[in-house]
């Protein structure tokens, strides 16, 4: 089998993790590709690794080998994201090992890490089909200007430290609130976990396919988070009087909206494809989290 190993390598007890990944692998014959992400907190390879090092590609990126099997993320759920990107791209599943400090979307703990390793080079994991969802940004006068797609989250937020946002949501055909907020959040099931839930969103299954739209300290005696079907398309446009906003996809790529312009957020075409080695196991880990038993 072939892996792309993505490894948040700033992370304590990251390298030897890594090490141990390719130690494994490599003794059953298992080819590995590593992957860095860049940015602050970012840490370089380590010296004596017996692995190609690879730049992360452009979202997921034509460079990903084509015989890839298996995507796994050692870091934290930021670096999941970023092994989401290729593994989307590659139509190949992505598993993660928690070296980061929540780890929702991790699977694997590291000390389960070579038995974990066996049963997965064994094909001994079921694959769950994770939804994604997709956004277009449109200037006031309807031409498009970008666009994305998140597993987690699409994140409408207020540019000005110093002031809020308004912000027009829209569901389906129905204008649905007004409001002034630090942002507005569109998660998926998987992202009930992340920026939702900080802002007081339920946990969500992950595998349900669902849309959360839950507002960031909203000026307003509506502040409840709203889950609606996967097949609605969900439109937040910026108030005309608001000097503008940022969008982000998972935490990244964020782009400046202005007054008057609208992010359509709807069900992504593409599904993320998650590995999974034991079936119950999100609730579990939401237990140990938050130390509910």
Known sequence: MRFEIVAH??????????????????????????????????????????????PMPVDGGPDVAPDTDLVISLGGDGTFLRAARIARAADVPVIGVNVGRLGFLAEIDPQDLEASLTALTAGSFVVEERSTLEVEL?????????????????????????????????????????MAADAVIVATSTGSTA??????????????????????????LFDRTVVTDLSD???????????????TTDG????????????????????????????GEFFARVRRTFRLG
Request: net charge negative.
């Open 195 to 220: 920026y939702a839930l900080s802002a007081g969103g339920p946990i969500v299954n992950p595998t349900l396919d669902a849309i959360l739209i839950a507002p960031v300290a909203p000026h307003s």
């Open 252 to 279: 990244m790529a964020p782009a400046l909206l202005g007054p008057g312009d609208v992010a359509i957020v709807r069900g992504g075409a593409k599904a993320v494809r998650v590995a999974r080695l034991g079936e």
């Open 138 to 178: 449109r200037g006031s006068d309807g031409a498009v200007k970008g666009g994305g797609w998140a597993l987690n989250d699409v994140a409408v937020e207020k540019e000005a430290r110093q002031r809020l946002v308004r912000l027009e949501i829209a569901i389906g055909t129905t204008p649905f609130a007004s």
């Open 9 to 54: 390598l700033a992370r304590t007890g990251a390298e030897d993790v890594l090490r141990r990944a390719l130690t494994t692998l490599a003794h059953d014959g298992h080819r590995c590709t590593l992957r860095i992400p860049d940015g602050v907190g970012s840490a370089p390879a380590p010296e004596g690794l017996d692995v190609d090092v690879l």
């Open 233 to 247: 398309t969900v439109t937040i446009t910026v108030g005309d009087d608001q000097d503008g906003a940022l969008v």
